[in-house]
């Protein structure tokens, strides 16, 4: 049997041992911690299977093993221009650095059950390549991953493009800065976020979500925050069909809207609208404010409408 020898750059004190008929192996560092792994190829199952305080560079996992888990139960990881092409790399992974690495289609589910993870200039094209993981900021990263970031908490977003069905649903505490996305289903059932300067085309965006502001973006797609608690959209452009329904303690400041027909169908609202509204429909309470509406429709309805509604200078409903 011939065992390939990895070259490992340590401060002091490593010993490498080889586990007999396999090629991963194990690494015993003694005193300050600082290991660099560069340069290789690790196709096996568990490859660096639990190590920690270490940088692996110009790395690719891949081959025709096909192996799992790779960096699984690993903590104090830098990750520097590698190429990951196998399944469910960094599941329970603590401190976790990645920085211009490709996790390909192939990847799928690399982050689980994950705390502390940070990427800048990433590529994350695998699906459902995060799930519950905590303590996360991506800056740079170009995201295509259906069911990307369900039950995750405090993360932090800016300068990214993302695309993928059902994205960050059930996760809370987000902060999201300068984002391209695309991808029907998003942000359902969120709790506590943050987004500004940003572009979402999605359908049925917001549904169920509890403490929302959305501020200098553009929401085009049908049926937007549905059943939604707090939501505040300030200086946001809305486009589509039969938005903000059924919605609760509902904000809008100094929107503008496009194609929105039938908005605001018994919903708790008050809003200040730059420009034209399509139609307005049987809103539950509250004051809307447009320059323009061109219809109002009252009526055919199962609560009363006890809004204030304004076309221009004319109040419109209730009838003065």
């Known amino acids: 049997m011939t065992l390939t020898r990895y070259t490992i750059f340590v401060n002091k004190n490593v010993e490498l041992c080889y586990n007999i008929g396999m090629d991963t192996y194990n690494l015993k560092v003694a005193g300050n911690k600082s290991i660099v792994i560069e340069n290789k190829t690790f196709p096996q199952e568990r490859a660096l299977y639990g190590i920690s305080d ?34 469910y790399p960094m599941w329970h992974t603590d401190r976790l650095h990645l920085s211009n690495c490709e996790l390909t289609a192939n990847c799928r589910a ?156 018994y919903s708790d609202v008050n809003a200040t609208i730059k420009g034209n509204i399509v139609s307005v429909k049987n809103p539950k309470s509250g004051t809307i404010y447009a320059d323009n509406i061109n219809s109002l429709i009252i009526g055919d309805s199962r609560y009363p409408c006890n809004a204030v509604i304004k076309s221009g200078d004319n109040t419109i409903y209730p009838k003065q």
């Open 110 to 265: 690399a982050l689980w059950y994950s705390n502390d993870i940070a990427a800048d200039n990433c590529k994350f094209h695998g699906i459902k390549a995060f799930r519950e993981c905590r303590d996360i900021s991506l800056n740079g990263c170009n995201i295509i991953s259906p069911e990307f970031g369900w039950r995750c908490s405090d993360i932090k977003i800016s300068h990214c493009s993302l695309s993928g069905e059902y994205a960050f649903f059930e996760s809370k505490n987000l902060k999201i800065a300068d984002l391209d996305f695309s991808g029907k289903y998003s942000f359902q059932y969120i709790h506590d976020m943050e987004i500004s300067r940003s572009t979402l085309k999605t359908k049925d965006a917001f549904w169920h979500t509890h403490n929302v502001t959305v501020t200098d973006s553009v929401l085009e797609g049908e049926y937007l925050a549905w059943y939604s608690d707090n939501l505040t959209l300030i200086r946001c452009h809305i486009k589509g069909t039969q938005p903000l329904c059924y919605c609760t303690n509902l904000t809008l400041i100094d929107c503008t809207m496009e194609d929105t027909d039938l908005s605001f169908e």
């Open 54 to 87: 270490t940088t692996v560079r110009n790395c690719k996992f891949a081959g025709e093993e096909d192996g799992e888990s790779a960096l699984k139960e690993c903590y104090d990881i830098d990750l520097n221009n590698c190429y990951m092409d196998l399944r």
